[in-house]
């Protein structure tokens, strides 16, 4: 996919203190995404008000340890990722795909505990079917969990720029760009994380 | 290809919606029922105010082939984007738009058989109720395959006609678009048919779109540099001769 740089927008040089970070049209999709997962937020925490109990019941049902790991592992990921960006943005492209590449792992093993939890939860007898709160944490995390996917295959297209020849402003606002989307990812995880795991 | 003509098919999407919406009313889809309802309630939904709501059936099929002539320019768009010298993501476009009009059709029919004889057996009636019901939330492919084609072609466009935003909030409301698509998982919720996320927000986003992308290929149809239909060129010539 060519990426063309609108002509309008501002250069990475131009005027660091002022710009939009990554590219304007990016923060569209960011804030969208942002605003409908907060009403997710507000539509678990309506429904239960309505029926803590039941919700109490079935939270205690979680494994608050493997959502602390996948909490510290999305986090690490996104430190690898701002580092990386900013060698990038700083003009030292060379080293960053390392990085990225370890945030990338720490992106997968985000996904296999999630596979791990999901299995014992299925092995548990409990669904998307299995009441209120089940069908909310399978819904939420489930879309979460795509997102995290998409974000998986950014990072690899990021590393393949970054290791190509032709390196210019473009590429470093597409790494940039791309950083923003993977914090959006993270942020709404540690939301999705209190939500689910550790409020009772 | 005229202007006038362009013009049209642009604001097709927007009268789509416009005439979506209120058919929706006049045949009481919305607000939506609740898939709770006993077969006899629903029987008795399907037989009151049948006049009404038969004429909002003919409004709704009527509504559906709006589409067509919509998704067709923004497949011309598409064309004129894109380097190659082939158009895969326009004819995407093209089948997500036949399909969108199909998504509309067949519900349509199956609201139609549902009010056609008030005085059949209530458990038919709520059959044919959530044949109508679930295609006509469930149903995500054709506006997911538009969503992203638009959005893929614009983030991806070698000839700059629509602003980079637009692909953004293309792959945000392909994103929207999938809420509905487990509708038959639930009975109630925020999931169900008549749920707040499967179809309030769905169709708002809906709606929102076909608003959007027509005022934007209406801006493109008034825009001056070589936007009009016949700066598109044919498959058996080199793309290079576009008129950039």
């Given at each position: 996919m060519t990426l063309i740089r609108q002509s309008g927008a501002p250069g990475t040089s131009a005027d660091p203190g002022r710009r939009v970070p990554g590219?304007?049209?990016i923060w569209v999709f960011v804030l969208g995404d942002m605003t409908v997962f907060a009403l997710f937020f507000a539509t678990f925490m309506y429904s239960r008000g309505k029926n803590h109990a039941v919700f109490a019941r079935d939270h205690a049902e979680l494994h608050v340890s493997l959502g602390t790991v996948n909490t510290v592992l999305l986090l690490s990921s996104s430190l690898l990722v701002v580092l990386a960006v900013q060698r990038v943005l700083g003009g030292r492209?060379?080293?960053?795909w390392q990085l990225i590449a370890g945030g990338l792992c720490c992106g997968a093993g985000f996904v296999a505990v999630k596979a791990v939890e999901w299995t014992q939860l299925f092995a548990a007898?409990?669904?998307?079917?299995?009441?209120e709160f089940f069908s909310y944490y399978f819904m939420f995390t489930g879309i979460h969990l795509m997102h995290v996917l998409i974000g998986l295959a950014v990072l690899s297209r990021l590393i393949v720029v970054i290791r190509r020849a032709e390196f210019t402003d473009k590429q470093a606002r597409l790494c940039e760009t791309g950083g923003i989307f993977w914090h959006m990812v993270d942020l709404l995880w540690v939301v999705l994380f209190a939500l689910f795991y550790l409020v009772r | 290809m005229t202007q006038g003509i362009q013009k049209t098919m642009a604001v097709s999407g927007a009268a789509f919606v416009l005439l979506l919406f209120p058919a929706m009313i006049m045949i009481g889809l919305l607000p939506p029922m609740s898939p709770m309802r006993t077969a006899n309630e629903v029987a008795q939904f399907w037989s009151t105010n049948t006049g009404l709501k038969r004429l909002g059936i003919v409004l709704l099929l009527a509504a559906s082939g709006l589409q067509a002539p919509f998704g067709a320019l923004i497949a011309i768009r598409l064309r004129q984007m894109?380097?190659?010298?082939?158009?895969p993501l326009a004819y995407t476009e093209l089948v997500g738009t036949g399909l969108a009009v199909v998504a509309i059709l067949m519900p349509t029919f199956a609201f139609a058989a549902a009010s056609y004889r008030p005085e059949r057996d209530p458990q038919i009636t709520q059959a044919l109720n959530d044949l109508g019901w679930l295609p006509f939330i469930m149903n995500w492919p054709p506006a997911v395959i538009q969503a992203l084609a638009i959005g893929f072609g614009i983030l991806g466009a070698t000839h700059e006609i629509w602003p980079r935003w637009l692909g953004y909030f293309n792959v945000w409301c392909g994103f929207i678009f999938l809420a509905g698509g487990l509708a038959v998982l639930f009975k109630n919720g925020v999931f169900a048919w008549n749920g707040l996320l499967a179809f309030w927000l769905a169709a708002v986003v809906f709606g929102l779109w076909f608003l959007i992308m027509s005022w934007q290929l209406w801006v493109s149809v008034a825009a001056?540099?070589?936007?009009?239909?016949?700066s598109a060129v044919p498959e058996n010539e080199p793309r290079s001769q576009l008129r950039q």
């Open positions: 590219e304007e049209g492209h060379a080293g960053a007898r409990k669904g998307v079917g299995s009441g | 894109g380097a190659g010298r082939y158009s001056p540099e070589g936007n009009s239909v016949s």
